[in-house]
């Protein structure tokens, strides 16, 4: 396993963005699928984004598409989550999450898939 940290979470008007990193410990990470889930209180973790261990594929829930765009430096065992165009209903703790992978080009996008997980940081969108 990983061991994960997120960080760039914090408060935003709507239309704004922020940028979430996370980042990785251990030699590991370059054959890490990596995920980005939120959550609000009393619903369940929700999938953001996946992005493969080469960074060639990616994957969007549809309430973020053409929002939301992740991806990762491996060279710095980070991935990014920049989120633009911003609306209050993204507001919600964002956890990074990843895990070994079959192929360089397969990705994840149920919670039960991952197991590293960081410790969230908090996105709010005001209006």
């Known amino acids: 396993q990983v061991q994960l940290v997120e960080s760039g979470g914090g408060l935003v008007q709507a239309g704004g963005s922020l940028r979430l990193s996370c980042a990785a410990s251990?030699?590991?990470?370059?054959?890490?699928?990596m995920g980005w889930f939120r959550q609000t209180p009393g619903k369940e973790r929700e999938f953001v984004a996946a992005i493969s261990w080469s960074g060639g594929r990616t994957y969007y829930t549809d309430s973020v598409k053409g929002r939301f765009t992740i991806s990762r430096d491996n060279t710095k065992n980070t991935v990014y989550l920049q989120m633009s165009a911003l609306k209050p209903e993204d507001t919600a703790v964002y956890y990074c999450?990843?895990?070994?992978?079959?192929?360089?080009?397969?990705?994840?996008?149920?919670?039960?898939?991952?197991?590293?997980w960081g410790q969230g940081t908090q996105v709010t969108v005001s209006t």
């Open positions: 999450a990843g895990r070994p992978s079959v192929s360089s080009n397969t990705y994840y996008y149920t919670a039960r898939q991952y197991d590293s």
């Open positions: 251990g030699r590991a990470f370059s054959s890490y699928a």
